[in-house]
């Protein structure tokens, strides 16, 4: 039996190592790749012993690749060229060339990896970009399945709906049959244009009131919602307050959400920059008759302030054990964590891509 050796491309602030060591505590990342100097800092900060490459992925040869020794790839390639408000250049924008170089060299490796996970926005499954990456993978013999999921659906109160692709030289044997009880009592999985389907309806029930579901994904709301007051840090400093020239510009638009809510908005890298789609923001004091009409709300009736990026990983799922180096700004935490992934999520779909395997998984 083999231990899992990670590969670890566009390896950010190490989201993925950390959702590997969640679910496989043996597991060893034998080296992370990221272009960026200031994430890799964080990333080396968090995991002194791992060889942290700051480059370009498009630099990397079939040879130095090899060398790594490794037999799984976890990677979230730029989701830029894939965004549904972005323009959508997918395989012609130049932040997908690391990526299309990384296809290119897969099939010519020594010994290909036995796993891999990929990340990245929803949007990704219908791109150009997909269709090499199944190409690619269909080539090199591996055997896929595909999901769309969101920490909510694991009943962490936060949306973060990405696209995952979990390919493996064996067969996905717990993934394949839909009949099979264990499928639904293992993967609390789910899409949220998919609420109407509970795990008690059948395939066939399903595709009835799904025509548009993707065969490859599967449906199920069980999971225990938590609060966001679990996820909450104590004594925040005040210059956390939304400040109140942002509330009265921009209450009407904001995402605002009390501590006994279970559900927040997904936080991206400029989360507190603009007050819109960025993420949510904590209700401290609230009128009497708050609702969720946000036409309806005046400025002067709330009192509001930011998550922390402390309280912002906690949602994402990042352990206690990760921090940021003291020289970080409060700017670059929430845009680092913003281009990052959910943590439990990422473990769940390892365990998943484990299953069945050869190789030791804790
Ligand atoms: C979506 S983020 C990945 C985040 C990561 N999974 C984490 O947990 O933080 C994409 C990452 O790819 C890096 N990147 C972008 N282009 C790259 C390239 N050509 N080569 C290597 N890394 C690149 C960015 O610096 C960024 O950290």
């Given at each position: 039996m083999d231990d899992i050796r990670a590969l670890e491309l566009y390896?950010?602030?190490g989201g993925m190592h950390f959702a590997l060591r969640d679910c496989?505590?043996?597991?060893?990342?034998v080296a992370a790749v990221d272009i960026n100097d200031h994430v890799t800092q964080v990333y080396a900060h968090n995991f002194p012993n791992v060889k942290v490459k700051n480059k370009g992925?498009?630099?990397?040869?079939v040879k130095e690749l090899d060398n790594f020794g490794f037999n799984m790839v976890l990677m979230s390639p730029p989701c830029q060229p894939f965004t549904r408000i972005g323009l959508q250049k997918d395989i012609n924008d130049k932040r997908t060339k690391s990526f299309m170089h990384f296809l290119s060299i897969l099939p010519k490796l020594q010994k290909g990896p036995e796993y891999l996970l990929l990340e990245n926005v929803k949007g990704f499954e219908k791109s150009m970009a997909h269709e090499e990456l199944c190409k690619t993978l269909d080539v090199c013999g591996y055997h896929k399945t595909e999901f769309l999921l969101s920490p909510k659906h694991l009943g962490i109160p936060n949306s973060r709906l990405r696209y995952f692709m979990l390919a493996k030289k064996s067969k996905f044997h717990h993934l394949v049959s839909r009949n099979d009880e264990e499928l639904w009592t293992t993967l609390p999985l789910s899409l949220t244009d998919k609420q109407n389907c509970n795990r008690e309806d059948t395939e066939e029930a399903i595709k009835a009131k799904c025509p548009k579901m993707d065969d490859q994904v599967r449906v199920q709301e069980t999971c225990i919602s938590h609060p966001i007051s679990e996820f909450l840090e104590k004594d925040v400093p005040e210059d956390y307050k939304v400040p109140d020239k942002v509330k009265s510009r921009y209450i009407n638009v904001m995402d605002i959400v009390p501590q006994e809510s279970k559900i927040s908005t997904c936080f991206t890298k400029s989360y507190t920059q603009?007050?819109?789609?960025?993420g949510s923001a904590l209700i401290l004091k609230a009128p009497p008759?708050?609702?969720?009409?946000?036409?309806?709300?005046?400025?002067?009736d709330y009192d509001l302030r930011y998550f922390t990026p402390r309280e912002v990983a906690n949602l994402m799922c990042f352990p206690d054990s990760f921090t940021f180096p003291d020289f970080v700004t409060r700017k670059q935490r929430y845009r680092m964590l913003g281009n990052s992934l959910n943590v439990k999520v990422v473990s769940y779909l390892i365990s998943l891509l484990l299953l069945d395997g050869d190789m030791k998984s804790s």
């Open positions: 390896s950010g602030i496989c505590p043996a597991a060893k990342v992925i498009e630099g990397i040869s603009y007050a819109e789609g960025t008759n708050h609702s969720e009409n946000k036409s309806a709300r005046n400025a002067n």
